[in-house]
């Protein structure tokens, strides 16, 4: 079965400096990898997605995620932080051999952007 | 519609009473999706549609839960005798049939049991 670790609960950064929030994975199959975002009091919404390809995605609000197999991660970054940017942040894998798998979702990382 | 919609938003139930979910997910998605997200806590998988079957049903917290969905698209989810320790957001996503394609998530319903 496939599953998702965010390692921190809680990632502070100063506005304009550059965030990571980290993810790494585990499936059996080929991985495909999102990212998503819980603004308070929102739905969830889709950030960006790892399928093939280049290891590095670009998404939405100038997030990008980098896929590092070898290190079995899917990173989000952005280069400059911004306050709007504090939200909760959920990374989800899917098993890319299998059908009949679900999207699974970490247990998502709390940034706060400090002004 | 055009995007996932889900009802009630809101439901105050009293325990022991059943509580059904509705979940319409974007016309076209074959792929459904039930979560529960607990106040401050992440994601938690219950169930998985693949049309009107259901695949994988194992994120099903006990046999109080059940989920059905007709004509590959209304879903409900069903709360038996319900208890204080299922109040929760319970929040529905759909997805293209592709594996590679994301899904999109419905405001949720947020369930308080009293």
């Known amino acids: 079965a496939q599953s998702v670790a965010q390692p921190e609960d809680q990632v502070n950064v100063a506005e304009g400096n550059p965030l990571t929030v980290k993810c790494t994975y585990s499936?059996?199959?080929?991985?495909?990898l999102f990212w998503y975002v819980q603004y308070p009091n929102r739905g969830l919404q889709f950030l960006l997605k790892?399928?093939?390809?280049?290891?590095l995605v670009k998404g939405s609000y100038g997030f990008e995620a980098e896929f590092n197999k070898s290190q079995t991660s899917f990173h989000l970054k952005k280069p400059s932080a911004l306050v709007s940017d504090s939200a909760l942040y959920f990374c989800?894998?899917?098993?890319?051999?299998?059908?009949?798998?679900?999207?699974?979702f970490g247990k998502g990382t709390r940034l706060s952007v400090i002004a | 519609g055009a995007g996932v919609s889900q009802s009630p938003s809101n439901k105050v139930t009293e325990k022991g009473k059943d509580v059904e979910l509705r979940c319409d997910p974007i016309s076209g998605h074959t792929a459904l999706y039930w979560y529960r997200q607990s106040l401050g806590q992440g994601l938690e998988f219950l169930i998985y549609?693949?049309?009107?079957?259901?695949?994988?049903k194992s994120g099903l917290p006990s046999d109080r839960f059940s989920a059905e969905r007709t004509g590959g698209s209304v879903s409900t989810l069903t709360i038996q005798r319900t208890q204080q320790e299922d109040s929760a957001v319970y929040l529905c996503a759909s997805s293209l049939t592709a594996l590679n394609t994301e899904a999109f998530f419905g405001q949720g319903t947020r369930l308080t049991v009293v």
């Open positions: 790892y399928i093939t390809g280049d290891n």
């Open positions: 549609f693949q049309g009107n079957s259901a695949p994988d």
């Open positions: 499936v059996s199959g080929n991985p495909y």
């Open positions: 989800a894998v899917r098993d890319g051999n299998s059908g009949n798998t679900p999207l699974v």
